[in-house]
């Protein structure tokens, strides 16, 4: 009887330190397991390709209106909106980049004053596109190819009259793709700051485009050939829709961050044509932007633009008399306004 016990405790033990032996090789098992899930986790996160792109959008809405009843002081009712977008994309990667930028507004008023006409109060497209390759990893220069590309949306007016059919007309002074242009530019760039950057370009060649006919001739295009017998009566038509220039062109680009509520933005472009006046006439397009935020989702900001182009004819009634015709003159314009933002942030980039 002994001897049975002693067995059966002899089996009881056997079987404990089995089933002991028998955990921690399964415990090991099973440690190994994870060990080999955590690597292969690691290594397909290492294999995921780094994305070199960083990009932001800030858009903007802005709504005014007015209202009067029996108002002794007068005025109008009216209501005004305005709508913007200015969106950034960049690639870089090593010594290549890539930056991309595309400004669109528009804003339109429409007054009791004149019923059924709606004003336009800006208007504009402008889409930049610039690739670089740096000389060395550590400098500021690089070889660079830029693109860009100016035009509008909608029929501009001025002189608004009123027919006896109580419908309010306009002198049409522009549209879309009258006047456009375009230009792509071989240089260099130097970027000796984050907020200053200088483009400069001695071989560059663009279009002006007037799909209009009757604008034509105000945008500086050149007359079709005299003895051609497509030559028509109506004067528009004898004037081309494109014009090529050949020049060099200087873009300076800066930005200040005065602190996180106000910030400041310029660009200057300069432009000379080769094949006319090489150097004594200039295009320039000066714009600045300025924005104020109040708040988290407010914003002031305030726009000017100064063109100078000695192709465009203006006409003046000041000086009508000594210049029937029209001459060349500074354009000036200024947009104040208060505006919803939202800004979509940046993507940072991954580790590489």
Do not use: H
């Not at 860009?148 to 002189?159: E, L, P």
């Not at 306009?170 to 260099?188: H, V």
Request: glycine share 8%; hydrophobic share 35%; net charge positive.
């Amino acid at each position: 009887m002994k001897a049975s016990y002693s067995l059966i405790i002899c089996a009881a033990a056997a079987l404990c330190l089995g089933g002991a032996a028998y955990a921690q090789d399964a415990q090991s098992a099973a440690a190994a397991a994870a060990q080999e899930l955590t690597k292969a986790a690691e290594v397909e996160k290492a294999a995921e390709k780094p994305n070199y792109w960083t990009s932001q959008a800030d858009f903007t809405f802005g709504l005014n209106q007015t209202s009067l009843w029996d108002w002794a002081a007068g005025g109008y009712n009216n209501l005004s909106l305005n709508t913007g977008l200015d969106a950034n994309a960049k690639y870089e990667k090593d010594l290549t980049t890539w930056t991309n930028r595309l400004q669109l507004q528009y804003g339109t008023l429409s007054s009791a004053d004149k019923k059924g006409l709606l004003q336009i109060t800006t208007d504009r497209i402008y889409a930049e596109s610039k690739w670089g390759y740096k000389t060395s990893k550590d400098s500021k220069w690089s070889y660079s190819a830029a693109f860009d590309f100016r035009s509008q949306f909608s029929n501009g007016y001025s002189k608004y009259q009123q027919g006896d059919d109580g419908l309010w007309t306009g002198t049409l002074k522009s549209g879309f793709m009258a006047p456009a242009y375009t230009n792509l530019g071989l240089g260099m760039d130097w970027a000796p700051a984050k907020w200053l950057n200088i483009n400069i370009a001695p071989l560059t060649g663009g279009f002006t485009i007037v799909r209009i006919e009757e604008l034509r001739k105000t945008y500086g295009m050149q007359l079709r050939d005299p003895s051609s017998s497509s030559m028509s009566t109506v004067e528009g038509e004898n004037y081309r829709s494109t014009r090529f220039q050949f020049g060099a062109q200087l873009k300076v680009d800066a930005k200040f961050v005065i602190n996180e509520v106000f910030n400041y933005g310029t660009q200057l472009v300069l432009f000379t044509d080769y094949l006319n006046d090489p150097f004594k006439k200039y295009r320039v397009n000066w714009d600045n932007k300025v924005t104020w935020a109040v708040g988290k989702y407010f914003k002031i900001g305030l726009d000017t633009w100064l063109i100078y182009d000695p192709n465009v004819i203006i006409k003046n009634d000041k000086d009508i008399a000594q210049y029937p015709d029209g001459r060349n003159r500074v354009q000036f314009k200024e947009f104040t306004s208060f505006n919803f933002a939202y800004t979509l942030k940046p993507r940072r980039l991954r580790d590489k």
